[in-house]
């Protein structure tokens, strides 16, 4: 178990029947990397007894799964590393949280954990839950839950002082590996010299340490271009960064979760990546629905924002590491543009289209 600081405490994450799903995202993107939690392990019983980074990705990360929280809560003492935090990694299709959950959180809670929940039901608003809650001294929190209008902001313009170069990960679809592939750019900046920061626009970059974040999803129509606007500027001004980060929600033709147009009019990226499924056929969740073809979406984005898509960025869901080559491959000859799996090989290919652009910006 990394032995490094973090922004809150042990936590175990609750994935019952969603891990290695696209509804178990949260709980994937928390395995992979998070600075706000040192996760101990994850909870679902469909793949106990594994490790969870060998199941979504094929590398251990040292974190076990568990068939229930007694099991998790036993292990975390044993080791030493007792449980302070219970948080919930489903990310269902409409952001409730099923039924059964609910006495998983109520056991959390006897168990004397803190509970975070990224879901549209909060917990704080449960009068059972949140009665209990008090009782054990345990504190809730509802990512999700949307800040008083009071501290909302709207558009300025100062998005134009921001000199830092811009780039926007976008997806043609939902669930698809926008705020993974992010991460990972940040980091290999990071890693290459420069000065990075991303903009969380989901509660799970939340849960895993973005500092300027925001949960574009429950906010207010109003104050979303003020918000993302907001963040990206405050993260300009209190860092000074060479590049900029923005994670991408929803797709800007997926029927249930059109996003990407307020990123791209608030926060005026110089660049898009655009991340994207081969084998996917229709938007996540809603058969019948075909996902628009990817020249029609790279198509779409350039028009909005008026710059370009400078690569795509796969997602390698239900292909082996031939077909990701293929499928790279495929990619160049339809849209001219260059395809990467980040997750897969790394972002040094990658990097070598990005930084030209952070150059040319600096210059």
Known sequence: MSSKKVLDGNAIVYCEGAF????????HGLVRFTERYRVLSVIDSRHAGQDAGEV???????????????????????????????VVGLAPDGGRLPAPAREDVRLAIL????????????????SRISRLAHAHGVR???IRKTPPRSELHSFTGNIEKV????????????????RTTAWIVVHAFRQAGYKAEMIGTGQTAWMQGAKY????????????????EHATYRAWEEQQPDVIVLEGQGSLMNPAYPGGHEILAACRPDIVLMQHAPKREEYD?????PIHPLPTQIEA????????????TINHENMSAPEVDAAARRIGEETGLPAFDVLLNGADGLMDVLIPYLEAVKK
Do not use: M
Not at 64 to 84: C, K
Not at 285 to 289: D, E, S, T, V
Not at 304 to 312: M, R
């Open 140 to 142: 809730i929190r509802d």
């Open 163 to 178: 000199k830092a170069l811009k780039i926007a990960v976008l997806g043609t679809d939902s669930a698809v590996g926008k």
């Open 20 to 27: 290695n799903t696209p509804e178990g995202k949260t709980a």
């Open 301 to 312: 984005v350039e028009l909005l924002s008026g710059k370009p898509v400078v690569a795509i």
């Open 56 to 86: 979504i990705d094929g590398h251990p990360k040292g974190i076990p799964i568990f068939v229930n929280l007694e099991e998790a809560l036993a292990a975390a003492r044993e080791n030493g590393t007792p449980a302070e935090y219970f």
């Open 111 to 126: 168990a004397g954990l803190h509970i975070d929940c990224g879901l549209h039901d909060f917990l704080s608003e449960d």
């Open 213 to 228: 974040s925001i949960v574009l999803d429950s906010l207010i129509n109003d104050f979303v271009a003020g918000e993302l």
């Open 285 to 289: 969740g809603f058969p019948g629905y």
